[in-house]
């Protein structure tokens, strides 16, 4: 039963959210007013997570975010950010070490199966058409289905590091 207990702990330490933005350093982001969202793409062979319900909250919570931090969403026309958005999931394995034998001596290895969702959402200056702000935010849980409850954080922690801060 230990063993078991550790186990478990060594893969819910393993499984984390993961947040990374990259963004064009010559662009001037105070000059951004408006955004759209002008596509995603859904990528995984998880039904719970390749659907129109899951597109639906990922933009719900781009609409949401993008606003609260001082954006204008226009549902059509011109707008000075292009918002894409790339979601899939993928399945993994980890290798955990962990004691083994009745005195601890030795060490045995599991495979602890995951699955890790990585949403990427990209803002793209519209006039240049180019790449000006990149979050992925990555999330890894033991089943697929409680990455979607995960999405609105995914979404909302990457959006944080929006605007980047000045240099």
């Known amino acids: 039963m230990r063993l078991l207990a550790l186990v478990f702990l060594a ?28 596509g995603g793409k859904l990528n995984s062979k998880n039904p ?32 000075d950010l292009n918002v894409r ?3 899939g999931s993928a399945p993994k394995t980890e290798l955990e ?15 602890v199966p995951y699955t890790e969702g ?10 240049t058409h180019s790449l000006v702000w990149r979050g992925i935010a990555s999330e890894e849980k033991t089943d697929p289905t409680k990455i979607r409850g995960k999405l609105d954080d995914m979404v909302k922690k990457a959006l944080e ?4 801060k000045p240099k």
């Open 161 to 164: 590091k929006y605007p980047p």
């Open 118 to 127: 990585t949403l990427v959402i990209d803002l793209r200056d519209s006039a």
């Open 85 to 87: 958005y790339h979601f």
């Open 97 to 111: 070490p962990y004691p083994a034998g009745w005195r601890g001596w030795g060490t045995q290895i599991v495979r």
């Open 11 to 38: 893969a819910s330490a393993a499984l984390a959210q993961k947040i990374t933005v990259e963004f064009d350093q010559a662009a001037d982001f105070s000059h951004y007013k408006t955004f759209a969202i002008r």
């Open 48 to 79: 719970a997570l390749n659907s129109e319900l899951t597109k639906k909250q990922i933009e719900a919570d781009i609409n949401r975010d993008l606003t609260g931090r001082g954006l204008t969403v226009v549902p059509e026309g011109p707008s």
